[in-house]
C-alpha cells in the first residue's frame, strides 16, 4: 500500500507556522492545567482497571 506524503503543512508547523495569539506563560500554565486533569483522570482509572488483580492467579 502506498504511503500517503502530505508536505503542505500549512500553518500550522515548520518556519511558516502561524504566531500564537497566548503569550509563553498563558501556555505553560494552560498545558500544566491540562497534564494535572489527565494525570488525575488516570489515577481513578487505574485504581479501577486494577481491582480485584490480588485475586487473579498466575
Known amino acids: 500500500k502506498p504511503r500517503i506524503d502530505n508536505k503542505d503543512a500549512g500553518n500550522d508547523y515548520g518556519p511558516n507556522a ?11 500554565l494552560k498545558k500544566q492545567r491540562i497534564l494535572n486533569a489527565l494525570q488525575e483522570d488516570n ?3 487505574i485504581q479501577q482497571a486494577t481491582v480485584g488483580q490480588h485475586d487473579n492467579a498466575r
Do not use: K, L, R, Y
Request: glycine content about 0%.
Open 43 to 45: 489515577i481513578h482509572e
Open 18 to 28: 502561524a504566531e500564537t495569539d497566548i503569550s509563553e506563560e498563558e501556555m505553560a
